[in-house]
């Protein structure tokens, strides 16, 4: 029923010259288009009814993803909900759950994931963003929709020990986001 519901709603309300405005445009998504995706509720589709959000599964969230990538939905869902809002549930406070969950629930506030630093996959070796004293300090690139998230979970090294317990995931709210270096 979900995967029928989201199935028509993009059919009609994303066909490819929706797409194609987009990509020959200076904007860099649909917003109005996110607008209407939000009042859905399938920003929060994995968020729970604690958070505002609607408390369904990962199951569900794929369902919604597939149909999002059947369209080419010009949105920044991936990087909103799949990245920003699994960070805040995996390893974020309670403060930040409720916080920023219940915004990302309804898109009034856009997330990110910054994790790369240049074309090398990233790893704890090879992470070199760091987070001390309540600073970061660094590069991230590429950041998807970075140029327009309101925030960003960083991945960065907050600790000179080897390995993955010397990472942590920050937020960042500095404007534009893909510039962490505060040079």
């Not at 405005?21 to 859905?40: F, N, P, R, T």
Request: glycine fraction near 8%.
């Amino acid at each position: 029923m979900l995967r029928d519901q989201a199935r028509k709603f993009l059919t009609e309300k994303c066909p490819p010259k929706t797409v194609r405005k987009v990509l020959e445009s200076d904007g860099q998504y649909d917003k109005a288009l996110w607008k209407q995706i939000a009042e859905m509720g399938w920003l929060g589709t994995a968020i729970p009814e604690q958070y505002e959000g609607l408390g369904l599964g990962h199951l569900e969230l794929c369902v919604i993803a597939e149909e999002m990538g059947r369209v080419l939905a010009p949105v920044p869902f991936a990087s909103s909900v799949y990245l920003a809002t699994e960070a805040i549930l995996l390893a974020g406070s309670e403060e930040q759950k409720k916080k920023y969950l219940p915004k990302l629930a309804v898109g009034e506030i856009i997330g990110t994931f910054a994790i790369a630093e240049g074309p090398q996959p990233p790893s704890p070796k090879t992470i070199k963003a760091t987070f001390r004293g309540g600073k970061l300090d660094g590069v991230k690139s590429p950041v998807t929709d970075g140029e327009i998230a309101d925030f960003a979970v960083v991945l960065a090294r907050s600790s000179d020990t080897a390995g993955e317990r010397s990472l942590s995931l920050p937020l960042s709210t500095s404007k534009p986001p893909v510039s962490l270096a505060a040079r």
